[in-house]
């Protein structure tokens, strides 16, 4: 295993905690639908959480783990939940034991032949495995327009591993025995603060303030708020487009 943890988001875990949107329960379902039985479901990269709660009304013991302390110290409990701080390349797991495995928006982060190797290990026979991700944040009218700008400004800020969640991992191998998901997305009506500080969660947010310091993100709130509409507090749809690789190990 030769990646250096690349830790983009632990300096921001309890904002990550907050403002990060919630996958929707369609997923889990189709999930543990797909698995092969519903003892133990293994969420690598687990952030704060946010997916291993889902998997915890499906399944009897989610082992949910992240590299960084700071991103488990702000995930949410749950009594089917057992979080560590560990690699995703290194579960520490029994062979054999794990019925469902995932990674929710952090396959593009890992070292992935170690990571595919200890899949192998863990998973049971015909146990699943599942790299998901979320695309471009969308959203329609004039505070849409202002989100789209922003995002393309950001272009030289993204880390390199962006353009895999671009294209829905399609770039990245899968050497399981694939099979095709159904169309998913993930919603969530929002007011102008919440979208505001879900962006101030981005990787590319982090490195632009590094960069030039704090006043691009303001004056990008700023400039959204007033494209919002008369009342900043008004909910808005924010849809992500769900992307699944997902196969038989």
């Not at 995703?88 to 595919?116: N, P, Y």
């Not at 959203?139 to 030289?156: I, S």
Request: net charge negative; glycine share 8%; with cysteine.
């Amino acid at each position: 295993m030769t990646e250096i943890f690349k830790d983009h988001f632990s300096a921001r875990a309890a904002q990550y905690a907050h403002f990060r949107p919630v996958y929707p329960e369609s997923l889990a379902d189709y999930l543990a639908g797909v698995a092969p039985g519903h003892a133990l479901a293994l969420d690598s990269a687990c952030g704060t959480g946010q997916l291993a709660v889902l998997l915890a009304a499906h399944f009897a013991r989610v082992c949910a783990s992240d590299a960084s302390a700071a991103q488990i110290e702000n995930a949410t409990a749950h009594p089917n939940i057992t979080y560590r701080v560990a690699r995703a390349e290194v579960s520490g797991l029994e062979a054999g034991s794990v019925d469902l495995a995932t990674v929710a928006q952090g396959a593009h982060w890992l070292d992935l032949d170690a990571f595919f190797a200890e899949m192998r290990r863990v998973l049971r026979a015909r146990g699943v495995l599942a790299l998901i991700s979320y695309g471009i944040t969308r959203m329609d009218g004039d505070a849409g327009a202002v989100l789209a700008q922003f995002y393309r400004d950001l272009g030289p800020f993204w880390p390199q591993e962006r353009a895999h969640v671009e294209s829905g991992y399609q770039m990245l191998p899968f050497p399981f025995d694939e099979f095709a998901a159904p169309p998913l997305t993930m919603d969530a009506k929002w007011t102008a603060a919440q979208l505001i500080g879900y962006v101030g969660t981005w990787s590319a947010v982090k490195a632009l303030d590094g960069a030039k310091g704090r006043a691009p993100f303001e004056d990008f709130a700023c400039r959204l708020t007033a494209a919002w509409g008369d009342d900043p507090a008004q909910l808005r749809e924010i849809r992500w487009p769900l992307s699944l690789r997902i196969g038989y190990v």
